[in-house]
């Protein structure tokens, strides 16, 4: 299984990056999909997350600025981010999820891909 997370990069606050994450290995249309985040010396958060029907949640802290999308004929998702904010700067990661009864029985993860933004 791997998950190629892209699209990082240095960004002016206000601006914009879309980040994507290819699956290999993994039956892309039956897992949830989504992204994490980890700051220096804070703990991994989520920031959205589409399910198999297509139905997203995002964290709070990126509501109307996140957008997550999913293609299955291509087996990758997306993340654009909008109005970015130095706060936004983080390793952000993919993960992929498959669910049964709510709960997750397996979950794969890429490996990370840099966002920073100046102020």
């Known amino acids: 299984v791997q998950l190629q997370a892209s699209g990082g990069g240095l960004v002016q606050a206000g601006g914009s990056l879309r980040l994507s994450c290819a699956a290999s290995?993994?039956?892309?249309?039956?897992?949830?999909m989504s992204w994490y985040r980890q700051a220096p010396g804070k703990q991994r958060e989520l920031v959205a997350v589409?399910?198999?029907?297509?139905?997203?949640n995002y964290a709070d802290s990126v509501k109307g600025r996140f957008t997550i999308s999913r293609d299955n004929a291509k087996n990758t998702v997306y993340l654009q981010m909008n109005s970015l904010k130095p706060e936004d700067t983080a390793v952000y990661y993919c993960?992929?999820?498959?669910?049964?009864?709510?709960?997750?029985?397996?979950?794969?993860w890429g490996q990370g891909t840099q966002v920073t933004v100046s102020s």
């Open positions: 993960n992929a999820e498959r669910m049964l009864l709510a709960r997750p029985i397996t979950s794969y």
């Open positions: 290995g993994i039956i892309f249309s039956i897992n949830t």
């Open positions: 589409i399910s198999t029907d297509g139905t997203t």
